[in-house]
Each structure stands twice: as structure tokens, then as C-alpha cells.
């Protein structure tokens, strides 16, 4: 207990996202074999000298990527414009880290030789490689995100599996770190509790925060922001939420202000849904860019 506590405390003074340090917990307690991440380099000498001490190894890929800023998710990078060589001045690298050296090397490796390794040395479910393999063309012509494409293949009823929310990942916090097939699939929901079990060891406060972020409702558009709802009330076809509780937004924009003058949401379907007032429509949210998420 108290060799975690330390872990924890030290892992903290980082200042690391939620999501790199959810992740090298995860490796350290073996429960995930290895994790890639991106780091700026103004934090990579501290992060080194952890890793260093905890007895971590860190591989560095061959390369650099650059990526463009997604419109409308507070900053948040999804797509990869391209690659470029480890010398440039533009671009990041990849850092594979694991408790093994060869399996930090095998995963860098396995980048340039099959997206089907790196995804089982990185611990995702094979259902899950398969959705992202059969998406990534349509998801790259867009942002490279796939959070409706995990919506269009989820075929049952709301509310969703909370524990498969990585939607919520905008807001800093997500116990995944892949794109479910489906927000109800068994195998990422499975793996997100045993996650969420191993850090609550570490601080049961923190980890508490992601399910109180993941248990949600969830307004998704592809450029004009993402914005989440926390006290809400699932009333039929209609979500109701008051005026008094206004929506989390990783942008402010004319969708905020209407979601922050409604009081309720009239759902004709998932990806057709409408902003109200009472039974006035302020606004209609339609089309193959929106989606609707209710996760209890």
C-alpha cells in the first residue's frame, strides 16, 4: 500500500494528462504489457528519470509524426497528417513504455511492420482492431475520430455501458484508451473495470473521477464542439436535464448557448435529436456529424 502511495505521489509531481498516468499504472501493475504515448519534450527529462527509477523502459520511434489539432475538442489531436524523419524540427515522436525492453522494441518495431501487433501489444481487444481497421478510411477523411462510428455499430436501447464512455476522454478522463466496436462491447468494458480496479489501489478518489465523468450524457458533433451532460434524467424519448444544469463544452459556440438555454433534448433517434425549451425547438442536431451518447 504504501509503495503505491509513494508511486502515486511521485508519478503526480509530473503534472502528467490523467491519461499518461492511467497508463503507466496500468503497466506497472502488468495489467496492460506496454503503452505508447506522446510527451513534450519540455517534460520528457523528469518523465525519463521516473521511468528510470520504477524500472521502466522507454523506446523512442524511428520516427516523428505530425499531427493537425481537431476542430472543435479542446485541442485534442486525433489525426496524423504525416510522417517525418526523427531529425526534423516539426513533429513528435512516439515513446513505447513497457517493463520489458524487448517488448518496448518489439512494439516500435511492430509500427512499421503490422497495425495488428502494435494493437495486441497494446492490449486491445481483436473485435476493436477490427472496427478501427474497418473505419480507418472513413474516419481519416474526417478527424481520424471514431466515436460515431462506435455509435452507428452500438444497436441497442439507451443508456449505454459507462465504462466503455471514451467520449469523455475530452473532458480528461477515460478508462479506455481505444475506440470500442461498440459502446456496449463486452471485452472493453471488461478491461475498463479491471482498470478502474487497479487505480483506485493507487488513489480511489482519482479513480473515482472517471466514472463520475463516464457516467454521462454525451452531445457529440465533428467540428462544432462536444459537450457533456452530468445531472440528466432519461424520460422516454426526451433527456431532461434543466436549465439549472448547464452542459461541459470543449468549445464555447452558438451550440453551448442553445444547449445552455434548453432544458431538455427531444431524441427522434441518435443521430436526429433536437435542443428545447418545454416543447419549443431551439435547435435541431441532424446528420452523419452529430451523435447522441446516454451511458448509465
Known sequence: MKARKEFFDELKKLQLHNDVMKEIILVHEGVKPLTRIMLPQSQLKSFQEFLREYGFYIAESGYKVISKRDRGKGGWRNKILRI?????????????????????????????????KSGQLLGYPECCQKFFKKYFTLADEKQCDFVLYTLSETREDYPYDFYNNNASRYFGYSLLSHFPCSFNCKESSSLAKSYYDVLKKYSKEWADMFLYWQRSAIIYTEYRGVFLLKNFELDGNVLRYGDSYWPYSTIINENLHILNRADNILINSKNNFSARKGERVLKNFKGENVGLMIFG
Not at 89 to 113: Q, W
Open 84 to 116: 517525418v524523419s526523427a531529425d526534423s524540427r516539426e513533429g513528435d515522436p512516439f515513446y513505447y513504455i513497457a517493463k520489458s525492453e524487448e517488448i518496448a522494441e518489439e512494439a516500435k518495431a511492430a509500427e512499421f511492420l503490422s497495425s495488428d
